[in-house]
């Protein structure tokens, strides 16, 4: 097998909906694919040995590192791009080769996740999108701890690459066959590391995922207790924090915490769009003070978010929420409060 270079890694099992798709759009950029397939009843091997990837096997152990780091000794690349199966590379892989000439360091790229708002089916609301950025280009030797949403351990410092990679994982089909599969490895991460923040967040999005916003409100508000403010994920669990204590009726709780975060948060468009929701909810309770109070206040967190604009930087950031969502959001409150004035 040829050495050093940079090669894009992959784990995958049972991928052939989508294997092409990402191994077509990264070839260009990258000398070698190497793929690690843990067990795939479909094509998937076939597909990607089709697409020019080196193919290795091995049996699922119920931990992704040991998956990731056997794919990365199999690479033996200078450089490691990760993905996964059910990405692909949006722009940005012309830069590269330029990164990689550069001193060793970690590289985090911009992750773009569609997925079904709630009530899509009913509404027929179109797909949304969430931007992660999150560590996926690795110097040799750099590996991975974690049995699930595993991360890569080294002291080498961390920055940004403008690379956009795609994601369709999070839509509801996709999502469907997933659900309940990583809390028991998350469970018994956290038997080993009670007190590691990253876990309790990761379980609380796990309930989120499953609709059950009591158990996730109670893993995040764990989770925040434990996170450092610069922790790259605290903008996304704040945010889902929020939207869980009103998903769960806690209405008060989510004012509360928002009144506390305000300050940390007070460029986030995603904050106040939330924010927003969480006072019309409260308009929706306490009537007598919707008009003259709540619903003026749900006015102001949008138009808030416009003024901020779109945020892309911010770790979980919601495409829309600086923009067209807030404004749609702003229309049609007004469009209500007219009504009430004119009645």
């Not at 784990?11 to 191994?23: K, Q, W």
């Amino acid at each position: 097998m040829p050495q050093g270079g940079l090669a894009a890694v992959l784990i995958v099992r049972d991928e052939a909906r989508c294997i092409v798709r990402c191994l077509d759009s990264v070839r260009p950029w990258v000398d070698r694919i190497v793929v690690l397939d843990t067990g795939s009843s479909d094509d998937t091997p076939a597909l990607a040995a089709a697409c020019g990837a080196l193919v290795h096997h091995t049996d699922w152990t119920h931990d992704f590192s040991a998956a990731r780091n056997r794919a990365l000794d199999l690479a033996d690349a200078d450089w490691a791009m990760i993905l996964d199966a059910d990405e692909w590379i949006e722009s940005g892989g012309e830069h590269l080769r330029p990164w990689c000439s550069a001193p060793p360091r970690l590289g985090t790229v911009c992750i773009h996740s569609g997925y079904d708002p709630v009530g899509a089916v009913a509404t027929g609301a179109p797909p949304a999108s969430n931007r992660s950025w999150i560590t996926r280009l690795l110097p040799r030797g750099v590996r991975y701890r974690g049995r699930v949403h595993e991360q890569p351990v080294s002291p080498l410092p961390r920055a940004r690459i403008d690379l956009h990679i795609g994601h369709d994982g999070y839509f509801d089909t996709q999502m469907a066959g997933k659900i309940g599969r990583n809390a028991p490895l998350l469970l018994r991460e956290l038997g080993e590391r009670p007190d590691d923040p990253y876990l309790h967040y990761q379980l609380g999005t796990d309930a989120e995922s499953r609709h059950d916003h009591a158990t996730a409100c109670d893993r995040y508000a764990t989770a925040l207790a434990l996170t450092p403010p610069a922790a790259n994920w605290r903008h996304e669990l704040v945010v889902r924090y929020l939207h869980c204590l009103g998903e769960a009726g806690r209405i008060d709780a989510a004012l509360t915490l928002a009144e506390a975060e305000m300050p940390v948060w007070a460029e986030s468009p995603d904050f106040f769009f939330v924010l927003g929701d969480l006072l019309l909810e409260r308009a929706m309770a306490d009537p007598s003070r919707a008009v003259g109070q709540w619903l003026p206040l749900a006015g102001s967190a949008w138009e808030r978010c416009l003024a901020i604009g779109e945020r892309p930087d911010l770790e979980g950031s919601v495409q829309g929420r600086g923009s067209h969502l807030a404004a749609h959001n702003l229309a049609l409150l007004r469009s209500q409060l007219a009504m009430l004035g004119s009645a």
